[in-house]
Nanobody, 115 residues
Framework: QVQLVESGGGWVEPGGSLRLSCVAH????????MGWYRQAPGKQRELVAT???????NYADPAKGRFTISRDNAKKTVNLQMNSLKPEDTAVYYC?????????WGQGTQVTVSS
């Protein structure tokens, strides 16, 4: 089973960019579907984007055209490049690794978009 550590969150003004990174520790990384999810205050956790071991991606509608998920299986990392950020993107962002029945979460990293 993998363990996940996120980094790269912070504060940015509307229209700005941030890049989130997630490093996986453990074996079998390339077998996992990796994803980014987010949870805003008072709201449920929601999907942002996922990427399979082979590189197939899926984006939630709010992320389409602005966010890009990528992975490096050799380095056991998954990244989320976020551009044109909006205040409504403010949330705790979580890295996720899924290989049924395993479902692993990172500790989360805060992203705040405000002026």
């Amino acid at each position: 089973q993998v363990q996940l550590v996120e980094s790269g969150g912070g504060w940015v003004e509307p229209g700005g960019s941030l890049r989130l990174s997630c490093v996986a520790h453990g074996n079998g990384f390339r077998l996992y579907t990796m994803g980014w999810y987010r949870q805003a205050p008072g709201k449920q956790r929601e999907l942002v984007a996922t990427i399979t071991g082979g590189g197939s991606t899926n984006y939630a509608d709010p992320a389409k055209g602005r966010f890009t998920i990528s992975r490096d299986n050799a380095k056991k990392t998954v990244n989320l490049q976020m551009n044109s950020l909006k205040p409504e993107d403010t949330a705790v962002y979580y890295c996720n690794a899924r290989l049924s029945p395993r479902n692993v979460w990172g500790q989360g990293t805060q992203v705040t978009v405000s002026s």
